[in-house]
């Protein structure tokens, strides 16, 4: 067998779960028998198998170059078979092309299918299998098409060929990009938006449609809740047990516009949106039960009129002689619950509202 130096000096070649008869692939390297699709595999069994490509080198006349090019086509060629490509494309590749479908290495499988199928219908060279390998993978990168384009291979490249000439002010050069993207369009679409450009003056350009302002909501607190606004407190217990809930529908949480009770939005925080029938209650901070350096301002109680269940840790609205009132419990009351305080919401904090009116003066 031929003595070929492994690329580690410790490393054992027949303990390799593949047997790779070294002599065979050697010969097969050294005389350039059969085609380049053995060649690459022949190279990528012996690099497998341990052997450098400085070896494999001075034993066939290889260059690892040349190794590196035929193992990169030979894995193409095999994505090319799987992907079912036509016999056509199959023949054309198995005689010759390994520089070209070496160019294609930076596609998807599928990719790799239509461009091959769109090189050999065209007789493109390597130069030309790399325009339309990197046209594609450009394209690939973006959502959709740009319009008037296709994912076609031929599209791909005509498009880029299309933002040339959108870009050239020599009208001799802008021709000759038009031509070449009309050569390889292939879409009846795409070759009306590349002829156009031959009707548009130099230095301007047609202005295109603007895209739409899309944002989708992605955090569930960014959608607002709406609760019915009961009044100010102090209310009637009458008042808080008689105000209609709101209802919404849609993914936009829209109200029906027969609602007649005032209505306030606040945040969609979970502990909002967990709550079975929340209604929002106006007070003075002062009328709520005695708090630790609590300052005087207005805010808003959530109550959810729904959770009527005792929790030693919540407040809860009780009736007083028809009128509303706060209470905590540390043990079980005999008196019913009329619902529990899930939030007091403060309004934002302004340290200088004039100020905040003029954005032009906050620099630091």
Not at 36 to 55: F, I, N, P, R, T
Not at 216 to 234: A, T
Request: one cysteine or more.
């Amino acid at each position: 067998m031929t003595e070929i130096s492994p690329a580690n000096p410790h490393h054992n070649p027949q303990a390799n779960s593949e047997t790779v008869d070294a002599d065979a692939l050697i010969q097969l390297l050294r005389r350039k028998e059969r085609n380049w699709v053995e060649w690459g595999k022949a190279c990528q069994q012996l690099q497998s198998a341990g052997y450098s490509s400085q070896a494999i080198f001075e034993q066939t006349g290889f260059e690892p170059i040349q190794q590196n090019q035929v193992i990169v086509a030979f894995q193409v060629y095999e994505t090319l078979v799987k992907a079912g490509v036509s016999e056509a494309v199959r023949s054309r590749f198995e005689r010759t092309g390994s520089d070209i479908l070496y160019e294609l290495r930076i596609l998807t499988q599928p990719e790799r299918a239509a461009a091959a199928e769109f090189i050999v219908a065209r007789n493109l060279d390597s130069d030309g299998a790399r325009e339309v390998a990197k046209a594609m993978k450009e394209l690939s990168r973006r959502r959709t098409p740009p319009e008037g384009f296709s994912n076609h291979p031929g599209d791909a490249v005509a498009y880029q060929y299309w933002k040339l000439a959108q870009q050239q002010q020599n009208l001799q050069e802008r021709s000759r990009l038009v031509a070449r993207g009309l050569m390889f369009a292939h879409s009846q679409s795409s070759r009306q938006e590349i002829e156009q450009l031959l009707t548009e003056p130099l230095g301007g350009s047609r202005r295109r449609a603007p895209r739409l302002p899309f944002y989708r909501v992605e955090d569930s607190e960014q959608l607002p809740r709406l609760l019915s606004l009961v009044g100010q407190f102090p209310v009637t217990t009458a008042e808080f047990q008689q105000v209609e809930a709101v209802e919404t529908k849609g993914a936009f949480h829209i109200m029906d516009a027969s609602h007649q009770q005032q209505i306030v939005a606040i945040p969609g925080w979970q502990i909002v949106s967990k709550a079975q029938e929340p209604v929002a209650i106006l007070c003075n901070s002062t009328q709520l039960p005695k708090q630790e350096n609590e300052k005087s301002e207005a805010v808003l109680l959530i109550v959810d009129r729904k959770n009527t269940q005792w929790d030693a840790d919540s407040y809860f609205m009780v009736d007083q002689s028809g009128t509303l009132a706060i209470e905590w419990f540390s043990e079980q009351p005999d008196i019913p619950l009329l619902g529990q305080i899930i939030l007091v919401l403060r309004p934002k904090k302004i340290l200088d509202e004039p100020l905040s009116r003029d954005l032009w003066q906050i620099d630091e």
